[in-house]
């Protein structure tokens, strides 16, 4: 089976999750994703802590290509890969691609129909000199705020906005795709991390313009919805329920056998059962004590009202949506680990949106790569015993 982005070839000079979010989802329709390292290796690929998963997840269908791109006869290789290539990717610092001679002004006169996506912290304006990480932007661009409880600010639980920005970096991509097919040219798209934290903000900003009161943390929020929360469970455990729309109201209360809740006056709709919040929240959650976890989520799925347990990462390898729906792609990663990952999120009639590659290994397709642009055996030994690329 075909997909999409056959036949289009890509040059990924990123690292950590931005840029390797923009390539991943690239290479999973299909492109070519040549994934560009120095000869010892992406930094990325040593991270520890949190950073472990990122090179294993954000790299499966790429190639690597380890070569010193600093060095003449790596810029050289560079400079005839770009006139082959319809798409460059780029997350390096402000200016640094420019310095380094691989600048869209630059790599235009070499490829005319050449996308270049410069994914950075900022966009145009005071900031865009600034270097940027997830945290810093979740920080100042009011993510962190409305993630903690008052007075604590705190980070999202993934890389949020790395992912996001890298999506839209995707998204202008494939925009710039469809515009190439008209005019036959290329062009510069730009996504940045500061940016794409406001664009998340922006049903919150809706909200305190219209108000004109100061927008509340989500912990500290009254919700749109009158259930619409996590609650204990009789055996010491948690369930998240919400209703959002009288159906559900009704079914939930027939399903929970509170059929006076249901007769209610006070409680006959959402806005209603709102303004009881102070007595009807601690009646529900007082409700919920009588039954355990299993018995409440059994409940809602018979009523068809909304409900979900509170799972940690590692219940995900287990899910049965997930794996029944084929939306798991076993994996070997690079220290020979064989595991599950997430595919892309998205279902496309008539193709098959699965691992094709492993995450590579250092220079796994440099020789490859090489030849295929006319290089010789000869040439690649000399240039591997000169530390020029590794292979």
């Given at each position: 089976m075909s997909l999409p982005l056959e036949n289009i070839r890509v040059l990924e000079f990123t690292h950590a999750v931005m840029g390797p979010t923009t390539g991943l989802l690239l290479a999973d329709m299909g492109a070519e994703v040549i994934h560009i390292e120095p000869p010892q290796g992406d930094e990325t690929r040593r991270l520890k802590g949190f950073g472990t998963g990122y090179f294993p997840f954000y790299s499966r269908n790429k190639k690597s290509l380890a070569i010193d791109i600093k060095s003449t006869e790596g810029k050289k290789i560079i400079e005839q890969l770009v006139g082959t290539a319809d798409i460059v990717v780029e997350n390096f610092g402000p200016g640094t691609m420019d310095r380094l001679g691989y600048g869209y002004d630059h790599l235009k006169t070499i490829n005319t129909k050449l996308i270049y996506c410069s994914l950075k912290g900022f966009a145009s304006g005071p900031y865009e000199k600034r270097h940027a990480m997830d945290e810093v932007v979740q920080m100042m661009g009011g993510l962190a705020y409305m993630t903690g409880r008052p007075g604590d600010p705190l980070r999202a639980g993934t890389s949020i906005v790395d992912i996001t920005g890298g999506m839209f970096g995707y998204i202008g991509i494939l925009i710039a795709l469809y515009e190439r097919e008209k005019t036959g040219l290329g062009k510069e798209v730009k996504a940045s991390l500061f940016e794409t934290?406001?664009?998340?903000?922006?049903?919150?900003?809706?909200?305190?313009?219209?108000?004109?009161?100061?927008?509340?943390?989500?912990?500290?929020?009254?919700?749109?919805?009158?259930?619409?929360?996590?609650?204990n469970t009789k055996d010491h455990d948690q369930v998240f329920v919400g209703i959002i729309s009288e159906k559900h109201w009704e079914r939930f209360c027939e399903g929970f056998e509170k059929v006076d809740w249901k007769n209610d006056e006070?409680?006959?709709?959402?806005?209603?059962?709102?303004?009881?919040?102070?007595?009807?929240?601690?009646?529900?959650e007082s409700l919920m004590l009588n039954f355990t976890k299993q018995e409440i989520m059994d409940r809602c799925e018979k009523a068809g009202i909304t409900f979900a347990p509170i799972a940690r990462p590692e219940d995900l390898f287990h899910d049965p949506q997930l794996n029944e729906g084929n939306s798991l792609l076993t994996t070997t990663l690079p220290d020979g680990t064989i595991t599950k990952l997430p595919k892309t999120p998205i279902e496309y009639e008539g193709a098959d949106i699965a691992l094709r590659m492993n995450p590579p290994s250092i220079g796994e397709h440099t020789k490859a790569i090489l030849l295929g642009i006319g290089y010789t055996e000869g040439e690649i030994e000399q240039f591997n015993q000169q530390k020029i690329i590794a292979s």
């Open positions: 934290t406001a664009f998340l903000m922006g049903q919150h900003m809706a909200y305190g313009a219209i108000t004109k009161t100061p927008v509340p943390p989500m912990p500290a929020r009254v919700s749109a919805w009158s259930i619409y929360q996590i609650f006070r409680l006959r709709s959402n806005n209603l059962r709102i303004d009881n919040r102070e007595w009807f929240i601690p009646a529900v």
